[in-house]
């Protein structure tokens, strides 16, 4: 099995900055992609950004330019660096990462528990 566990989330005034952070552990022998997700009230799921092993990166229009999206290999952790933070942010970031248990094993999803991101003044 594998887990993510988020951290980083809190409540910031329009403009400011948060980071967060999500580490996996467990039985990983590769992890292919991680992912930051958002789910704000009454909306569904969306991809915030990606990044594959390889590094490359891709993020939702609403943030580019204001979040950044990296990793640590080694540790196995994926960081989303956000700032010039809107109301419009506001929402329950999720943590997801596509883990290969073994070298011939398959692909499978996993997601954080979620960390609360609040922007208001």
């Known amino acids: 099995q594998v887990q993510l566990v988020e951290s980083g989330g809190g409540l910031v005034q329009p403009g400011g900055s948060l980071r967060l952070s999500c580490a996996a552990s467990g039985s990983i022998f590769s992890i292919d992609a991680m992912a930051w997700y958002r789910q704000a009230p009454g909306k569904q799921r969306e991809l915030v950004a990606t990044i594959i092993s390889g590094g490359s990166t891709v993020y939702t229009d609403s943030v580019k330019g204001r979040f950044t999206i990296s990793k640590d290999n080694a540790k196995n952790t994926v960081y989303l660096q956000m700032n010039s933070l809107k109301p419009e942010d506001t929402a329950v970031y999720y943590c997801?990462?596509?883990?290969?248990?073994?070298?011939?094993?398959?692909?499978?999803?996993?997601w954080g528990q979620g960390t609360q991101v609040t922007v208001s003044s």
């Open positions: 997801n990462a596509d883990v290969r248990g073994s070298w011939h094993g398959p692909k499978k999803p996993y």
